[in-house]
């Protein structure tokens, strides 16, 4: 059962989630509707985000929405406004990796095994579709959903990720889109100011997903040797619960708790970002 740790006054904001199927952007729709907000749920995989809109209950419906396509876009937006009015309050959260884009080995050395899935062997492709689906998601999505705040003001938030800060091994499509993702939250807010609109950025640390369970626990359930790592690394020893995530959405949700606010990426994660190693 979700708790939130505070609640903020959202009964004007109409909000719109992509990704919002995954785990934490579904968590992001329960709590922003806890707060009185009017959540539409914006995912390809429509089953999941209505799994979640029908736990939530009227304030939230699920609209599936293809965030590569602008048409899909358009058409998701139309839902929504059809439901609940104008969006004035976005959360980019589509995006993810891809393993055409993740090598198999952590560093490169002469001795590097060649037939293994190394840095030369990544296709292409799967570093475009990464970028895409992370970059050029948010790009389209804000410029469809942005059309209306430029008049009415508004509230966009990113995802971005600790890899913003400090790439990880294995994945450098990710880890760029990400930093790419901090920086267009940047220029998107400077665009934006005069229009009334903040554009900020939460960059989770290190929580168990659907996506990167494999990664971080064997099929036993035992933490891999990239946890251990990842923990070493994290001061607070821990990976982060969804729920830590919740202050910070609802503080930059609250116009009147983060009015002054933009242009800012949020690290919440146990200390990751702060840490040199040693």
């Known amino acids: 059962m979700m708790k939130v740790p505070f609640k903020v006054d959202l ?13 934490i952007c579904g968590e992001f729709a329960r709590a922003l509707a806890a707060c009185g907000a009017k959540v539409a749920l914006l995912d390809i995989n429509f089953d999941a985000a209505k799994k979640i809109a ?6 939230a419906i699920a609209v599936r929405c293809d965030c590569l396509n602008k048409d899909s876009i358009i058409a998701a937006k139309e839902n929504v406004e059809e439901a609940f009015g104008k969006v004035n309050f976005l959360i980019n959260g589509a995006g993810g990796n891809n393993p055409r884009a993740t090598t198999d080995n952590e560093t490169m050395s002469p001795e590097t095994d060649t037939e293994i899935k190394n840095f030369f062997k990544l296709e292409e492709s799967g570093i475009k579709f990464v970028f895409d689906l992370n970059i050029t998601t948010a790009f ?14 508004g509230n966009i938030i990113n995802i971005s990720s600790m890899n913003a800060y400090r790439p990880l091994t294995k994945i450098p499509a990710y880890s760029a889109a990400k930093a790419g993702i901090s920086n267009f939250t940047q220029w998107l807010a400077v665009h934006f100011a005069p229009c009334n609109i903040r554009v900020n950025a939460i960059a989770p640390g290190f929580f168990v997903t659907n996506q990167n369970r ?6 036993q359930g035992q933490p891999t040797a990239r946890t251990a ?15 830590d995530l919740l202050g910070a959405l609802l503080w930059l949700a ?8 933009t242009g800012t990426v949020i690290p919440v994660d146990g200390g990751f970002s702060a840490y040199s190693g040693v």
């Open 214 to 219: 494999a990664l971080l626990f064997d099929e």
């Open 11 to 23: 009964k004007d904001k109409v909000c719109a989630i992509t990704g919002a199927g995954g785990v």
């Open 54 to 59: 029908d736990e939530i209950g009227d304030n």
């Open 229 to 243: 790592k990842i923990l070493a690394a994290t001061p607070m020893k821990k990976f982060g619960e969804i729920s």
């Open 254 to 261: 609250d116009d009147n708790a983060s009015g002054f606010v």
């Open 140 to 153: 389209l999505v804000t410029q469809v959903f942005a059309e209306d705040m430029v008049k009415t003001g």
